[in-house]
């Protein structure tokens, strides 16, 4: 009913960019918050930076300075801008994003990932 589908991950080298988006589709009533995630391997998967309806955003100490992100609300995106990216950005990023759907009359507000897009900073 939802779907998060991420795109712009790839191979880059150190101090290289990247932008990552992520499209919302399906049945949508609100979008409150979306963000961006990473899982490297061994890890836990962390919070990279979110933004929310408001526009206001938070960043990982390990993002500020170098990764901005930004929504699209007319087209329920969200992007994330990777400058000076290092190896240890290596990681499958995730987005998620906390939607309020109504079907049927039936309220309900869910978490939901995306697949992931693998991105791999290497010389």
């Known amino acids: 009913q939802v779907q998060l589908v991420e795109s712009g991950g790839g191979l880059v080298q150190p101090g290289g960019s990247l932008r990552l988006s992520c499209k919302a589709s399906g049945i949508i009533y609100y979008i409150y918050d979306m963000g961006w995630y990473r899982q490297a391997p061994g890890q836990q998967r962390e919070l990279v930076a979110g933004?929310?309806?408001?526009?206001?955003?938070n960043y990982a100490d390990s993002a500020k300075g170098r990764f901005t992100i930004s929504k699209d609300y007319a087209k329920n995106t969200v992007l994330l801008q990777m400058n000076s990216l290092r190896p240890e950005d290596t990681a499958v990023y995730y987005c998620?994003?906390?939607?309020?759907?109504?079907?049927?009359?039936?309220?309900?507000?869910?978490?939901?990932w995306g697949q992931g897009t693998q991105v791999s900073v290497s010389s």
């Open positions: 933004i929310g309806s408001g526009r206001d955003t």
């Open positions: 998620k994003a906390r939607i309020r759907t109504i079907i049927d009359g039936d309220q309900k507000t869910n978490d939901y």
